[in-house]
């Protein structure tokens, strides 16, 4: 016998999922008026978990109005030490019940519960407890004395991290003092909708947040209602564009975060055992749906043969499979709409001559899953170098010197993040200063930490999120005239 | 690829091998130990596990107080390591000072393997004759193991070659014992070191590279680990020689233990979980074991008065 690990799946006992869930508007749980709903499937398995409720017109005008109600009779007038009281509450609940939130997470979105366990919950609690923090200090955020919250912030997120996106949305926008109507992802409402649960608990007083669940007409809806201050939106770049444009010509305000087609550089003199544990946490992590996934490998060419068999040495160890076990490093894709897109883009790299090289490994009969896949002999002409694939799929490109690899990294619509890894130190900061990318990780990838700010350059989208920089995006500083004018603040 | 260029004997040639070779980030080391600490070993796999890790104890006995009394004690316990259940495996070796060789093969017989340290334990400085006499002796008493340690003074200075020297030496002076260098990795401090003692042991004839003594205050780590199971790993794929490595001092638990089976497993590859390449170095680790092997056997703890303390 050998070393073969036994299933050590995660208790469902701690989830109770409703056979329906309706919108959280103005503190309670309601269903739409025209009772349209659509159903939430779990990707391992193919199996309907709940039907969702999708939000129409008048769903998202009551939505509005409950949070502008909220924010000008309570929480707009708050102060910030009370704010910051119930953003804590909501941290440790979040912690309180962390495990359900990952089990839940785990069986509506496909990622592991590794994963969820380990990052996307405990990030989604740091992320309530570094801006509860911020609440009353807001003197200090480098915009001048007293600034002013924007008013309503209409957010929505994508299916990658529902909940650490729900976090980084309402986090700082409550901080703050703004309030928010907040649309899920169609495919991964469930965790927003246990939040919704959580602000009940926390006795958030009602309308502060609302959560409201639907497909992208939901969303259209919300960005183009009049009683919105600021739209936040994290996504594809297509749907960032066409909101740049749904709102051009009003006073709304807009941070985007959008795709990316991350550089992952290794120079010669780098520690080649954990660029190899960088380079699998930057393209495989979380099934590669990560906006800011080193989907581009750069290699030195002088090392590129052995870091190229290291990596697929090393991809052999990888364990694809049901998300809910506890070993588990590559789950499901979240939907078969997503899987195609991956497919379709893995057949343009056979096609335009790259070499595609599949990890090993045993494909479930039901669900959605994409095996780890390694394209060498890329060049910076095909697609699969240049379109974000939002999958396992990485892309191997080699370069000879620092100044080729700058160019190359840099020779992209796109501009979220980076990473570089050598031992001398020198280099990194030489780098850092030359690529044109929101976030640049020297011998890490897919780090996060709610005290720094993220965000793109480019089609990346604009604004950050996290940090002090981050509090700019729902703040207006005391000499914002152009503000005054709006009567906002 | 990366090959190992002719003689590499000198201070010189070692050192611009050694510092060739490619560094190690300490933080990606360690957090790769702990996502790999995050694996669940349950039921059979568990059960297996702990069979492996009891075969693979090196059980040990390193103190000034050692008399014959106390080595035989061990070394019964070593054979039938829970006298109430024979399906119970006998451990790898025992692992007992140079002088009371004879007294643990006079229990053990051919059925074990007998382990002694030598070269003048734990802290190695002494002369070089007095180190290799130190191994003859144990050689001569019965031991067919020898735990050698490297000459960390020596090593911290850059003196490549001298550390090279007496391993070749020892080596010679063990014939056809198998040696097992012995790192002193909490000395040597950096996971760059670590990664260059273990290719200096490897290209001198070590047949394992063994941690620690147990007598610094930092022994076996999983991060140490993880980086002279790269060294195995590599040197394999550069030579096709398997060499075997020994994390000793401070593993205590059964989940420890399992934790450094998985540690096998993902990085040096299955080939390694064998006895002939991986070895724990421990003396108290093996009670835990038996007590965990009794609880999966029985579905509860019976306490540490059912497991013998020898």
Redesign the interface.
Known sequence: ????????PESLAIVSIAPSYGLFINGEFVYPTDGTTFKTINPATEEVLAEMSEANQSDVNAAVNAARRSYDRIWSVMSGRDRAKYLFRIARLLQERAREFAVLETLDNGKPI?ESR?IDVPLAAAHFFYHAGWADKLDYAGLGPNPQALGVAGQIIPWNFPLLMLAWKIAPALACGNTVVLKPAETTSLTAMLFAEVCQQADLPPGVVNIITGAGDTGRMLVEHDGIDKIAFTGSTEVGKSIGRAIAGTNKRLTLELGGKAANIVFD??????AV??IVDGIFFNQGHVCCAGSRLLLQESIA??TIAALKLRLQ?LRLGDPLD??TDIGAINSPEQLNKIHELIKSGDDEGAQRWTAPCDIPDKGWWCAPTVFTNVTQAHRIAREEIFGPVLSVLTFRTPDEAVEKANNTPFGLSAGIWT?KGSRILWMANQLRAGVIWA??FNRFDPTSPFGGFKESGFGREGGIQGLAAYLQAANDSADQARGTS | MRTIAEPLNTTSSLREFLHGLPGVDEVGVKARATALGTRSIKNESKAWAIDMAIRMVDLTTLEGMDTPGKVRAMCAKALRPDPTDPTVPSVAAVCVYGDMAPVARAVVGDNLHVAAVATAFPSGRASLEVKLQDVRDAVAGGADEIDMVIDRGAFLSGNYGLVNEQIIAVKVACGTAHLKVILETGELRTLDNVRRASWLAMMAGADFIKTSTGKVPVAATPAVTIVMLQAVRDYYALTGSQIGVKPAGGIRTSKDAIKYLVLVKEIAGEAWLTPDLFRFGASTLLNDLLMQRQRMAVGHYSGPDYVTID
């Open positions: 016998m050998t070393f073969e690990y036994a299933p050590a590794r380990d003199d780098a520690p080649i055992d954990q544990e960088g043969e052995e160890t506890k070993n031992e011998n890490t």
